[in-house]
């Protein structure tokens, strides 16, 4: 079974942060992503914004396996911005995990735009200053946990659908949709992704409900939640 939750940033939230070093300034942007296009058009948009820069370096991940993860030194020598950009996104955990908690931060894109300075930073300088940059704007980002769900498809009787849905409402289901056919209403319901999730939730409905329930397999959906 794949990954089942992972850390994103809000939604619409843009993370903005400047660090300067050795009259470098370095603006960083980070903002939440779907697709390698809206992370690309983001890209060019802070180019856009900030024509004067003279560098803007980029990366992106996507997905919640983060197979999809590019990254850009735009000008600068090869590894010391792009590379140092992507890693800093790759191995960052959310402070709500702790520690030894996963690095697992997927869905995000990045872009550090510098206006050089006069002074030269090195190859080590200049991965440093890289990596701190997005250190600190991941720092002030508003952080979800983004968790999969299994949908399920319960057959109701229509004379008790009313109170059935209530009643799974009301016990903390979360009933995403009801769809009403000539004798007979589909529930669908989402629960924790699991390997034995359709057992779970056979046995939480047939609870609920105090009668025997078949939880037939709809989907899956991923839904964001707070830490």
């Not at 003279?54 to 991940?61: L, Q, Y």
């Not at 997005?134 to 002030?140: D, H, K, M, Y």
């Not at 016990?171 to 924790?192: P, W």
């Not at 409900?209 to 397999?217: A, F, H, I, N």
Request: proline fraction near 4%.
């Amino acid at each position: 079974m794949g990954r089942v939750s992972y850390t994103v940033l809000s939604p619409d939230h843009v993370v903005e942060s400047t660090l300067e070093i050795k009259k470098s300034v370095f603006l960083t942007t980070v903002t939440r992503v779907e697709t390698e296009e809206q992370a690309r058009e983001f890209i060019e948009q802070r180019r856009r914004t900030n024509r004067t820069a003279r560098h803007h370096v980029s990366a992106f991940v996507l997905d919640p396996l983060r197979t999809t993860q590019r990254s850009s030194d735009d000008g600068e020598p090869a590894g010391t911005a792009g590379v140092p950009t992507l890693e800093a996104l790759t191995k960052f955990v959310a402070p709500q995990l702790g520690s030894d908690g996963p690095a697992d931060l997927s869905d995000v894109v990045a872009v550090t735009t510098r206006w050089f300075g006069g002074v030269k930073l090195g190859a080590g300088g200049l991965v440093r200053a890289y990596s701190d940059a997005i250190s600190r704007a991941l720092g002030q980002a508003q952080l979800l946990r983004r968790r999969q769900a299994d949908l399920y498809e319960l057959s109701i009787d229509l004379a008790s659908v009313g109170w059935q849905e209530a009643a799974l409402r009301n016990a903390g289901v979360s009933v995403v949709d009801v769809t009403y056919q000539a004798d007979a209403a589909l529930l669908t319901v989402a629960v924790a992704a699991t390997p034995d999730s359709r057992t779970a939730c056979e046995q939480e409905m047939s609870g609920i409900l105090s009668q025997q329930v078949r939880c037939e397999p709809a989907g899956s959906q991923w839904h964001d939640h707070q830490f």
